[in-house]
């Protein structure tokens, strides 16, 4: 407004005075001045409204920043905002060529910090699929285990109860055969159980002479009572082992040792147990229980062990 009434003022006095051509110049100066003030005006009012954009873009890149920490669905939407934001900056940089290089380099770091993050996001979401999936495998892997050891407990129960009917025999044998025998001295036959085996162990001085083979008729009657017990047991093995002491050469002890497991077999089959079940051996004196050095081992060591086992292919056809 100054300015047009000064215009105004000068074209009034000047106008009786000056010639066209000067009227004219300053005509067109005034109106140049008149499009100079208009476009300051213009200018100041555009550099207000980018102010409060300014302040308005500020609040919502702030804004961008906090919804950055919320969880990963509230992300799309945070980057859709984001993308938006952008869109409209970039428009206000297009337009507005005067924004300073401390609010571009603000922008850039601001940016470089969002796609950092994103990144982090992106690599804690590859992050947690991954422990996911190791999760799933890993439930997956429990619930066959888990299944597995239940077989296997239901398997080993079974076979706990199997292992118990066997030596639940091996009780009943022993009882009987400790009943049966109980005439006998006990210094002659001991009845033991060891290593889920029975072990029936004879002294040499019950059933056959020094260095002879042939049974005594007092050990052939203790054998036959034996063999009336075992019998009865169908689903047992039978090993006669025969001993010696370390008199005497290898040779002879080998033969005398078998000869007599075999004459025991014989008087076991006699009464009955079948010869499928029983296996004669003879040790000599290589499995010795006393000491071959003095009288009392090798009296110890002269013997023979009838060894009662449960047969066990049911519990070989179960683990199979």
Known sequence: MKYTALALF???????????KKFNNLLFEKN??????????????????????????????????????????ELSSTRVSFQDINVRYNKLVDQNKFITDASAKERQSFLNELNDKDDILEKKRKELDSLQLALVV?????????????????KLQQLQSILEQKNGVLQSIQDKLRQTLSGINSADISIVQKD?????????DLLFASGSSKIDPKGENAIKSL??????????????EGHTDTDGSEDLNWKLSADRAVVVTKVLMSQGVEATRIVPSGRAYFLPIGDNKNWEGKKKNRRTEIIISPRLQSLYDYIK
């Open 10 to 20: 000068l074209v009034l006095m000047l106008s009786s005075c000056v010639t066209k």
């Open 32 to 73: 140049q001045l008149q499009r100079n003030y208009d476009d300051l005006i213009f200018v100041h009012e555009q550099n207000k409204k980018l102010l409060i954009q300014k302040d308005s873009l500020e609040l919502l890149q702030e804004d961008c920043s906090k919804k950055l920490k919320s969880t990963q669905d």
């Open 138 to 154: 890993r439930e997956k892997a429990l619930e066959a285990s888990t299944s597995a050891l239940g077989a296997q407990n239901e």
């Open 196 to 204: 889920g085996k029975l072990y029936t162990t004879i002294s040499q």
């Open 227 to 240: 063999a009336q017990v075992l019998a009865k047991y169908q689903d047992i093995e039978i090993l006669v």
